[in-house]
Nanobody, 126 residues
Framework: QVQLAESGRGLAQAGGSLRLSCAASGRTFSSYVMGWFRQAPGKEREFERE????????????VYADSVKGRFTISRDNAKNTVYLQMNSLKPEDTAVYYCAAGNFVTTQKSQYDYWGQGTQVTVSS
């Protein structure tokens, strides 16, 4: 089992940058596929939580949603039990609560992720 805690919530202007971190407890962090998801204002139902990015166990393979491709970068440091989301060229539509998640399958499907953080708010002003 793993527990996840996001940090890095903040307010940014359009075009700015933010970096989110997600620290994991336990010794098995490197055995999990890690993902970032987000839930925008007005879309509070769980099925409306959308995929943002994922990274495989070794950190060599990443996948991004089309909406963030070229602007966001997911990375991980297995020695620090931490996954990151670097967000550049932010847009107002990136405003959401961002969640990190851990799972055993290499997938973008949120139903396949077993462990979730509490979420961290990102607000981008125009």
């Amino acid at each position: 089992q793993v527990q996840l805690a996001e940090s890095g919530r903040g307010l940014a202007q359009a075009g700015g940058s933010l970096r989110l971190s997600c620290a994991a407890s336990g010794r098995t962090f490197s055995s999990y596929v890690m993902g970032w998801f987000r839930q925008a204002p007005g879309k509070e139902r769980e099925f409306e939580r959308e995929f943002v990015a994922r990274i495989n166990r070794g950190g060599m393979t990443t996948v991004y949603a089309d909406s963030v491709k070229g602007r966001f970068t997911i990375s991980r440091d297995n020695a620090k039990n931490t996954v990151y989301l670097q967000m550049n060229s932010l847009k107002p539509e990136d405003t959401a609560v961002y969640y990190c998640a851990a799972g055993n399958f290499v997938t973008t499907q949120k139903s396949q992720y077993d462990y979730w953080g509490q979420g961290t708010q990102v607000t981008v002003s125009s």
